[in-house]
């Protein structure tokens, strides 16, 4: 971490996290002002760069508070002891004799501010034993490392209470504030025609006869650009340029319409979930009645409402400056380096806020893109955005999926054995991924860097397709399978939540399944399975909320869907309401999560209603189209996303548990979600639809197969 004091007492932090409409910065602001015993406007977040900021690798996972967190409250607090020490010896007392409160240090009637303390003060490195304190309560600071007392009576404990978000006054008042508002001095616009097709190869270029501008053309082998004075400039001579090239195409893409075979096929990768491979021995599969079942979900798109975007400067003296709304500034420059055959200290990285993606979009791609433009405009910026169609056709998707799931259970109906075995592509090919780049315009270079198969994060990074794959169920018998596709034409990264999505859609449908094959209530079902705790106190808040077991019209439906992201981080319960006539429609979604200390509970209430929002969007609507040669979902008519009217309210209880550790919120919404509304969908038309999403025609398919619960 990095932590400055500036001469007008404002305390600036530089985070290796970045800002991706999260409000992530906020909460590290609260954190930061706790420890210092600062007022939270006496704390600067600045953002992400490589040049003085820390390596946090990427900000995902829902790991930024459980992780930086604590980094950021170590380090903040060594400041505060710094200038205790400091503002102790000038009043020759000890350290324990002063306070520090509103970012004020006093003793008796002396009195000193950071910025009277900071450039003396002796930044001593931690001593031995724990360095990260404990997180503090509300209405307190930590006061480890000899840091002094910090007054109970009245501090400003921001911990724990919803301040409001750092970054929404400019974006509430459209002042400049994303990437895509640069305006660099000198600066031009660049925009790159990619090939229509991901097997396409560039043959030539024929120019249109006639007077064009002065807009200049990027060629590299089947990378392809321009650069311009303006952005209109830009866009008519890449129209130019679209109509003089000439591809060579092939048909290199799967059946759309066979996923479950494509994914099946391989080659693979299998991974032993549960038990792990070296613990295959599981002991006889216990006797009983068996079910089972089939589940799927489409390739999902990114979709962000403004697409990609990133702006680059070669300077005079060969060194590289970038500006990018990446999730690791770090990795992209490591990536970029190894592309343009370049030192990565040549190379500053500058994050910049972009259109929320929550997940590996094209932010990285556009990176490179605007490097490579740039290259030929020495000393100039030049500003690349992408299209609509672009974003939707080449972004990386999350992969489509398909799970099988069977299970023994005894004469009760509760399961005595657990079988699941999943299908996948990786699920991260971020920069940096199997020792490559991993950005776009490298594999279309005349010296191409290649895109392997995505691959997946460890298990102890919380995993990719195998993400929440084992149940938090207590099951005598379980075995936990995954298969990742080793080749594919189909490019794939991360997406909120990753393989949870599926995964718990998958697992908490079947949970209903077999509640209802054994006549239970589905709720009392999962709690008769459930040994933990703090699982069963969500579940049962969340279906209290929800009015759970109450009526409801003929034609409507509520269902329930439940997990522990990544087995040990939020818990989330949801419930879900719909009514499903000419649509489904989902009227009401109630969710109650754990996340541990919070933060900031206005913060953890916006990222779940955000969560379970998207992932109604997910489940009732999207899905990428292509046929064998091209991505053909391009557009918000060929790719829908839920629209203003058809979100659903949206309520969100906390069930806190200050003092334990703080875990992240981004993802834990998205797969109990999906399960709620197809539960639901279930008990109101009386059909289970096991493959998303959940529009008409998948409802009009489980309908004709005549598959009652």
């Not at 303390?117 to 309560?137: D, I, M, N, V």
């Not at 295959?280 to 999902?300: D, H």
């Not at 084992?470 to 099951?475: E, G, R, S």
């Not at 493959?691 to 004709?704: F, G, H, M, N, Q």
Request: proline share 8%; aromatic share 6%.
């Amino acid at each position: 971490m990095s932590v400055s004091v500036g001469s007008d007492g404002v305390i600036s932090v530089r985070a290796g996290k970045v800002e991706l409409g999260q409000g992530v910065l906020t909460a590290l602001a609260q954190i930061a002002a706790d420890a210092l015993g600062a007022d939270l406007a006496q704390v600067r977040m600045l953002p992400a760069r490589t040049g003085d900021g820390p390596d946090e690798g990427f900000t995902a996972g829902s790991m930024s508070i459980a992780r930086s967190g604590p980094a950021l409250r170590a380090a903040c607090a060594r400041v505060r002891a710094a200038c205790t020490a400091e503002a102790a010896r000038r009043w020759g007392v000890s350290p324990g004799q002063v306070t520090v409160r509103h970012g004020e240090f006093r003793y008796g009637d002396q009195t000193a501010t950071y910025a009277d303390l900071a450039k003396a003060a002796t930044l001593h490195p931690p001593g031995p034993g724990p360095a990260t304190p404990e997180p503090p309560g509300p209405a307190t600071h930590p006061t480890t490392l000899d840091a002094g007392p910090v007054e109970g009576d009245g501090g400003p404990g921001f911990v724990g209470t919803s301040v409001p978000r750092l970054d929404l006054p400019d974006k509430v008042a459209g002042r400049p504030r994303f990437v895509h508002d640069l305006r660099l001095p000198g600066q031009l616009y660049g925009r790159v025609l990619r090939p229509p097709s991901p097997g396409a190869r560039l043959v030539d270029v024929v120019p249109e006869e006639g007077p064009h501008d002065r807009a200049q053309v990027v060629r590299d082998g089947s990378f392809l650009g321009v650069v311009a004075g303006s952005e209109p400039e830009a866009d008519q001579a890449l129209d130019r340029l679209r109509r003089a090239a000439r591809w060579d195409e092939r048909d290199t893409l799967p059946d759309e319409h066979d996923l479950r075979g494509f994914l099946r096929t391989g080659p693979h990768e299998t991974l032993h979930v549960h038990p792990p491979a070296a613990h295959t021995t599981t002991g006889p599969v216990p006797q009983g009645g068996v079910r089972a079942a089939s589940y799927s979900r489409p390739f999902i798109a990114h979709a962000a409402m403004a697409p990609s975007c990133a702006a680059a400067r070669w300077n005079p003296d060969g060194t590289l400056e970038v500006w990018s709304h990446t999730q690791g500034v770090h990795p992209l420059r490591a990536a970029l380096a190894q592309v343009l055959d370049l030192p990565q200290d040549r190379i500053e990285v500058r994050h910049v806020e972009g259109a929320g993606c929550y997940g590996h979009n094209a932010a990285d791609d556009a990176a490179l893109d605007a490097a490579l433009l740039a290259r030929t405009a020495p000393g100039r910026p030049v500003h690349v955005r992408w299209s609509r169609q672009d974003e939707l056709t080449w972004a990386p998707f999350g992969s489509a999926m398909s799970a099988d799931v069977a299970a023994v259970v005894d004469a009760a109906g509760l399961v005595r054995s657990w079988r699941y075995e999943v299908w996948s592509q990786g699920h991260t090919s971020r920069p940096g991924y199997l020792g490559c780049p991993g950005l776009l315009a490298g594999a279309h270079l005349e010296r191409p860097h290649r895109l392997p198969a995505a691959t997946d994060p460890s298990p102890a990074s919380g995993s990719g397709m195998a993400r929440n794959a084992v149940p938090i169920y207590d099951f005598p018998h379980l075995e936990v399978t995954g298969h990742r596709v080793l080749e594919t034409p189909i490019r794939s990264s991360a997406l909120r939540s990753l393989g949870a999505f599926m995964n718990v859609f998958a697992i908490e449908s079947f949970m209903d399944e077999l509640a209802l094959a054994a006549g239970l209530d589905p709720l009392a079902y999962r709690l008769a399975h459930l040994s933990d705790e703090r699982g069963r106190a969500v579940l049962r808040r969340a279906a209290g909320a929800a009015g759970w077991g109450s009526g409801l019209p003929e034609g409507s439906g509520r269902g329930l869907g439940f997990a522990r992201y990544k087995g040990n981080g939020a818990y989330c319960a949801a419930v879900a309401e719909v009514t499903a006539e000419q649509d489904v429609r989902v009227r009401r979604l109630t969710l109650a999560v754990d996340v541990g200390q919070v933060v900031n509970p206005d913060g953890v209430r916006n990222q779940i209603e955000g969560g379970a929002t998207q992932a109604a969007s997910w489940t009732l609507k999207e899905r990428v189209r292509f046929d064998r040669r091209r991505i053909t979902s391009g557009d918000w008519e060929s790719y829908p996303i839920l629209r203003f009217g058809e979100a659903p309210e949206v309520a969100v209880e906390l069930v806190e548990h200050p003092g334990t550790p703080s875990v992240g919120a981004g993802e834990a919404a998205q797969g109990p979600v999906a399960a709620a509304i197809a539960n639901a969908v279930a008990g109101a038309i009386g059909v289970r639809v096991r493959d998303l999403p959940l529009d008409r025609a998948a409802v009009l398919a489980a309908i004709e197969r005549d598959d009652p619960q």
